[in-house]
């Protein structure tokens, strides 16, 4: 474990890594025991539903003043979106049952900058997921971008209260109404959910007014990530409904073999108490002038460190300040590239990840950090101290990556343009690649006629130096 990274200095990750001691000692109180087990631990049961409660009201959803909200507690938002996506599944095949339509093929639409537990979800449960692709200038998903992709076995549409690349909010106002506007010309029911996984702790304390949760009446479920700006550590994230008719009663199981009639809908069974308690004892201790003032304070330290990589005049910005999140990329990557950045922070202890955007912005690699609560003005100053030191050093030692990088593009291009061959050949030359057909089946050349096909399909790999920089050199291999 000393060989591990210092959580406070990770600042790839969203998950909280700092709570007052009052809280973890009632988490580490609470850790034996199982919030499953609603009958041997029922004040557990009844901070879970308060906790439930009051997210509900945070996100406006239509209750009367002692009425419950509909909702569970989940791992993290990965299960919670799982969750999600099954209700929207059944809520589809009850209206297309209703009207006497087959229930096949269903879709579900979001952009191509989701987390990957949304294409989890479309493999697990059998569903096509249809990417709406982001842009360099625009890295998330617009309701042009979704528009065309919406039929009539649409269950639903994603929308990102936070994308995991930039941290930018999507346009939900607008993707609703676009959906509405469907649903009521075609005679549809296309819902909307909210991934708001970074934003949904953010937005109602920063931005009250903004419209993106169920005052929208086409959202009908929320995800978001207790464990973020949530201000819980890891293994706690939530699922709202709009209203007790938005989950599908099929969906909840009820069992009894732990003493008493329990209501279950969750993928995963047994799950420790201590992260519903802590989330409980932040809701409380903090409220919303806490979480207001802890998330002011953020954003402004994010700014700062914002104004201060604008200043060195290499950078140009790519997030929206619309959480605390700053992510950038380089003016010129001629000498190095935010990789090679990657690489010196982390012989300074910070880790920092650096990474290309999704398909439709491929060719844009970015740094990002996530400012939680326990970075502070200092450690700001000191990242930017130790970003521009890097820049420098490697202004004046080169990185081989960067040098050989267009290089390699335009020999990769090249080889795909010459790529032609036939649907069956291409077959051939990938059973050849995989040691699965005899070489002889193949002509004399095949060899040479493979390694464009090689390239195209990345079946290779780069070589590269003890500090992780590619040669430029390709290892051949299968995927």
């Known amino acids: 474990m000393v060989l591990d990274g210092r959580p406070r200095l990770n600042l790839a990750s969203f998950v909280t890594t700092r709570m007052e001691p009052e809280a973890e000692a009632l988490m580490q109180d609470a850790a034996t025991k199982n ?53 929207m599944k059944w809520a589809w095949k009850a209206h297309r049952a209703k009207k006497g339509l087959p229930a096949t093929n269903p879709n579900i639409v979001f952009g191509s900058n989701v987390q990957v537990c949304w294409h989890k979800a479309c493999v697990y449960f059998e569903i096509e997921g249809r990417e709406g692709k982001v842009s360099a200038d625009k890295l998330v998903l617009t309701p042009e971008r979704a528009e065309p992709l919406i039929d009539e076995n649409t269950i639903g549409v994603c929308c990102l209260l936070g994308s995991t690349f930039n941290g930018e909010y999507e346009d939900i106002k607008g993707i609703h109404d676009m959906v509405v506007a469907k649903n009521e010309a075609n005679d549809w029911m296309v819902r909307i959910h909210v991934d708001a996984a970074s934003g949904g702790f953010v937005a109602p304390f920063l931005e009250p007014d903004l419209l993106w949760d169920f005052r929208l009446p086409n959202v009908k479920s929320i995800n978001v990530s207790g464990h973020k700006f949530g201000l819980v550590y890891a293994g706690i994230g939530w699922l709202l409904f709009r209203e007790k ?25 047994s799950k420790g108490a201590g992260t519903i308690v802590g989330q409980y004892y932040q809701l409380l201790r903090l409220g919303k002038v806490g979480y207001t003032q802890i998330m002011t304070n953020a954003m402004s330290n994010a700014q700062f460190l914002r104004q201060k990589l604008v200043a060195t005049g290499k950078v140009d910005i790519r997030d929206k300040g619309n959480i605390p999140l700053v992510a950038w990329s380089l003016k010129d990557s001629s000498k190095y590239t935010v990789f090679d950045i990657q690489d010196k922070l982390r012989d300074k202890n910070w880790i920092v990840p650096a990474y290309t955007c999704p ?3 491929e060719e844009l690699a970015i740094l990002r950090v ?20 890097a820049m420098d050093w490697l202004e004046h030692h080169p990185s081989q990556h960067a040098a050989v990088q267009g290089e390699i593009n335009e020999k990769r291009e090249a080889k795909h343009a010459k790529h032609t061959t036939k649907l069956k050949d291409v077959a051939n030359r990938i059973k050849w690649a995989m040691h699965v057909v005899p070489s002889t089946s193949l002509p004399e050349d095949s060899e040479h006629g493979a390694a464009p096909l090689l390239s195209k399909h990345h079946l290779f790999s780069m070589k590269t130096d003890p500090k992780h920089r590619s040669t430029g050199e390709k290892t051949f291999g299968v995927c």
């Open 35 to 87: 919030a499953i087990d609603m009958d041997e631990y029922p004040q557990t049961t009844i901070m879970h539903q308060r906790c439930v409660n009051m997210i509900g009201r945070l996100f406006h959803a239509p209750l009367e003043p002692e009425q419950e909200a509909t909702g569970t507690g989940a791992i993290g938002s990965s299960e919670a979106i799982m969750l999600a996506v099954l209700a």
């Open 245 to 269: 008719a938005d989950l599908h009663p099929d969906l909840v199981f009820h069992v009894n073999y732990l003493g008493g009639d329990q209501a279950s809908f969750t993928l995963n069974f």
């Open 359 to 361: 398909p439709g912005a």
């Open 370 to 389: 996530v400012v939680k609560q326990d970075f502070s003005r200092d450690l700001a100053e000191t990242l930017v101290d130790d970003i521009v030191t």
